[in-house]
């Protein structure tokens, strides 16, 4: 599996899982009733910078983050050129990178066994119920955060995909970029099945 946490001593790392679920929350919420204010958009962006900047991570680390998004700012961006102006596009990609910054900032700053101690205890209270229906807190919290992990793991899929085929001088087609992600995403599930497999997860 990819790491993606990157331990530290910051005031974010230490931060408890679920203030920063509430933060990212807050943060979705506000940029949502507030679609047009340049002044929210502007301290949420503050937000995900000094947040970079408190967890050690960086302007660099930040500018790596947005790197990394630029084929989900083309996705966003196409569409809503073709029904909006260029500023209401640029508003709406501009929040919806800010919170996917934050999300990224969270996954960065977040151990794996933190996030699965906050979702059971969360669940923690239903799990008579859900053994009723042949669950448990332990399985759906650990669902949960292989499910926040895979994304940015397949985003990198997907970068990786890319760099091969410039360095080849071939052009993206849907097949030839939609196939080896395919492939790379089945092979990280059996090998994520695998080590569960080998701790004793069924």
């Given at each position: 599996?990819?790491?993606?946490y990157?331990?530290?001593?910051?005031?974010?790392?230490?931060?408890?899982?679920?203030?920063?679920?509430?933060?990212?929350?807050?943060a979705?919420?506000?940029a949502?009733?507030?679609?047009?204010s340049?002044?929210?958009?502007?301290?949420?962006?503050?937000?995900s910078?000094?947040?970079?900047?408190?967890?050690?991570?960086?302007v660099?680390?930040?500018?790596?983050?947005?790197w990394?998004l630029?084929?989900?700012?083309v996705?966003?961006?196409?569409?809503?050129?073709?029904?909006?102006?260029?500023?209401?596009?640029s508003?709406?990609?501009?929040?919806?990178?800010?919170?996917?910054?934050l999300?990224?900032l969270?996954?960065?700053?977040t151990?794996?066994?933190?996030?699965l101690?906050s979702?059971e205890?969360?669940?923690?209270?239903?799990d008579p119920?859900l053994?009723r229906?042949?669950?448990?807190?332990?399985r759906i919290?650990?669902a949960?955060?292989?499910?926040i992990?895979s994304?940015p793991?397949?985003?990198?899929?997907?970068a990786?995909?890319?760099?091969?085929?410039?360095?080849?001088?071939?052009?993206?087609?849907p097949?030839?970029?939609v196939?080896?992600?395919?492939?790379?995403?089945?092979?990280?599930?059996?090998?994520?099945?695998?080590a569960?497999?080998?701790?004793?997860v069924?």
């Open positions: 599996m990819i790491p993606l990157r331990p530290g001593t910051s005031l974010l790392h230490r931060l408890p899982v679920g203030a920063k679920f509430l933060g990212i929350f807050l979705a919420l506000i949502s009733i507030f679609r047009e340049l002044g929210v958009l502007l301290v949420i962006w503050a937000a910078l000094l947040g970079f900047l408190l967890a050690g991570i960086g660099r680390g930040l500018l790596a983050q947005l990394r630029k084929w989900l700012v996705v966003l961006s196409v569409p809503q050129l073709i029904f909006l102006t260029p500023a209401e596009t508003y709406n990609v501009a929040r919806v990178l800010a919170v996917v910054l999300a990224s969270f996954t960065l700053t151990a794996t066994s933190e996030i101690a979702f205890r969360v669940l923690r209270p239903l119920l053994r229906l042949g669950l448990s807190a332990e919290s650990l949960l955060s292989l499910t992990r994304v793991v397949i985003l990198s899929f997907y990786e995909i890319r760099e091969a085929q410039r360095a080849r001088g071939m052009r993206p087609t097949r030839g970029t196939l080896p992600l395919l492939v790379m995403s089945l092979r990280h599930a059996e090998e994520t099945a695998e569960l497999a080998a701790r004793g069924r």
